[in-house]
């Protein structure tokens, strides 16, 4: 079965390239002009977005680089002991929401240390995997469309987050602990 689905990918992006060449050149569509003008748009948003860009890398290393993550880990250390959720996933918990690159590098760190097999490891993969980098989201793809009221899409996509962060705990808890 690994060895087919080897072999099929190979063949699905040239397939997919194919496909949307082929309906082009049916609908009369001129592929490559279009193409470049997407790629315009794209490049213009690029541009638009940066500032937001700059701005939640920023915030994410100055909180890393702060030691705020380890106050907070340990005015938590009695509740994470209480759920047996090890420590060195709390930074994970934190980041989540404002970046997807700095949780992957917490996550890389924590897997070197812990092992790949250990519980901490695979719960932080399970909370990676089960919420959304939300402030990022909001202040880059907001902004690159010029919206400034986003209080309750906010709201919406940290009580998603909680939600995803909770249930990842509690999935943890049942197949790995």
């Known amino acids: 079965m ?8 190979v063949f699905i992006l040239p397939f997919i390239i194919s496909v949307i060449l082929i309906h082009a050149l049916y609908k009369k569509t001129p592929a ?3 193409f470049t003008q997407g790629a315009q748009e794209g490049f213009k948003i690029a541009i638009k977005i940066i500032p937001y860009l700059i701005a939640i890398m920023a915030c994410t290393a100055a909180f890393r680089a702060s030691g705020a993550i380890d106050i907070i880990t340990s005015l938590l250390k009695p509740v994470l002991e209480y759920f047996r959720i090890p420590p060195e996933t709390t ?6 929401s404002m970046s997807g690159s700095a949780t992957l590098g ?3 760190d924590i897997i070197n240390q812990s092992g790949v097999d250990s519980y901490a490891a695979k719960l932080a993969s399970v909370i990676t995997g089960s919420s959304e980098t939300t402030f990022y989201v909001v202040s880059v793809y907001f902004g690159a469309i010029g919206i400034k009221k986003f209080r309750h899409a906010l709201l919406v996509g940290i009580l998603a987050d909680i939600a995803g962060l909770v249930l990842a705990i509690w999935i943890c808890s049942i197949f790995f602990l």
């Open 2 to 9: 690994i060895k087919f689905l080897n072999n099929l990918s």
């Open 32 to 34: 490559y002009e279009s």
């Open 106 to 108: 917490v996550l890389a």
């Open 91 to 96: 930074i994970i918990m934190l980041t989540r």
